[in-house]
């Protein structure tokens, strides 16, 4: 793997610093709990780095929530494939209903349900991984309804082909309600093709955060969720022109870059109106057009979509891989 550092952000020398911080408050501890914690760090450095998908799966999201398992959702039937990230096997949770109905975006909600993105059928769909239920909330007057993050009172939804977004309406219990469209404006500039993709919020989760692989050669947009207004996010110069899943730990923005087989990894601000580039993660060996991200524990989980396979077929081989956090 390799692992870059931008100009004047020294992360080894940071890393360095941070163990020495902890190796200090261990001593000044006097090792309460130093043998059960150093346990369980070893158990989970041996948890698989890579672990296979089914053959033809085709994924394209990931989620994972409060238990290690992370659910994978499947562009070729739609269907969510669950893995236990301990020992990397799994089983399909989630039966999907056919090349016409493909899940491309997912999320997990506290409740444990599933929002998944219906990609060109213009569904929203909710599935309960535990018993396989799935229904269609809403088919939206859209062309590709891409990826999802849900917020307090509300789930997000982008459509790559149109200038809007679509808000679910979510009940204190994250029972879902009625879909109303926002248009998005402003500084947001909708491309011939290919446009928004990976939805987060802003640090302090005042707004919306969006990827437009378009404008100005890649931006992302911080968006008003009241208004759809949408302002470029300053990244420094930084671009990401293929930009997909978006990842926020604390104020660290993690962007899957898949054509470039690279994470892209921001500092942002508070507000989320400013950024600054900190390091690319790359994996020659392992990345095979990896799409979007999500996190347990020190680690991330990426699914490999291989999009450079020109017609992948029911024994196409599908993987995901972990890497470190920034």
């Known amino acids: 793997m390799a692992f870059s550092n931008r100009p004047g952000r020294p992360l080894a020398r940071r890393g360095l610093?941070?163990?020495?911080?902890?190796l200090g408050g261990a001593a000044l501890l006097g090792g309460l709990g130093s043998t059960a914690q150093a346990a369980e760090t070893r158990d989970k450095a041996a948890w698989?780095?890579?672990?296979?998908l089914p053959n033809g799966f085709q994924p394209e999201g990931v989620t994972i929530g409060r238990s290690p398992h992370a659910y994978f959702g499947s562009i070729a039937h739609g269907g969510v494939y669950r893995v236990d990230l301990a020992t990397g096997r799994g089983r399909t949770v989630v039966r999907g209903q056919g090349?016409?109905?493909p899940t491309i975006g997912l999320k997990i909600l506290d409740s444990g349900d599933l929002l998944l993105c219906g990609g060109p059928s213009s569904e929203l769909r909710i599935a309960d991984p535990r018993t396989g239920a799935l229904r269609t909330l809403a088919t939206v007057d859209g062309i590709f309804v891409n990826d999802v993050i849900p917020t307090p009172g509300a789930a997000w939804f982008t459509d790559s082909f149109k200038p809007q977004l679509y808000r679910l309406a979510l009940d204190r219990q994250q029972r879902p309600g009625a879909v109303t469209t926002v248009p998005l404006s402003g500084d947001w500039v909708q491309g011939p093709d290919f446009t928004a993709n990976g939805i987060e919020r802003t640090p302090d989760g005042s707004a919306l955060l969006v990827v437009n692989a378009f404008a100005d050669g890649g931006t992302l947009m911080r968006v008003d969720p009241r208004t759809g207004r949408a302002a470029a996010v300053d990244l420094g110069g930084a671009k990401i022109p293929n930009g997909d899943g978006l990842l926020l730990l604390g104020r660290t923005l993690y962007c899957v870059q898949q054509q470039q087989n690279a994470v892209d990894v921001f500092t942002l601000d508070k507000a989320g109106t400013r950024g600054r580039a900190i390091a690319?993660?790359?994996d020659p060996e392992r990345f095979r057009i990896p799409t979007t991200a999500a996190a347990w524990g020190n680690r991330i989980y990426l699914p490999n979509a291989r999009f450079d396979v020109p017609e992948p077929g029911p024994d196409t081989t599908y993987d995901a891989v972990a890497i470190d956090q920034v």
Do not use: M, S, V
């Open 17 to 22: 610093l941070g163990a020495g911080a902890a």
């Open 48 to 52: 698989p780095r890579q672990f296979p």
């Open 99 to 101: 090349a016409d109905h």
């Open 280 to 282: 690319r993660i790359t």
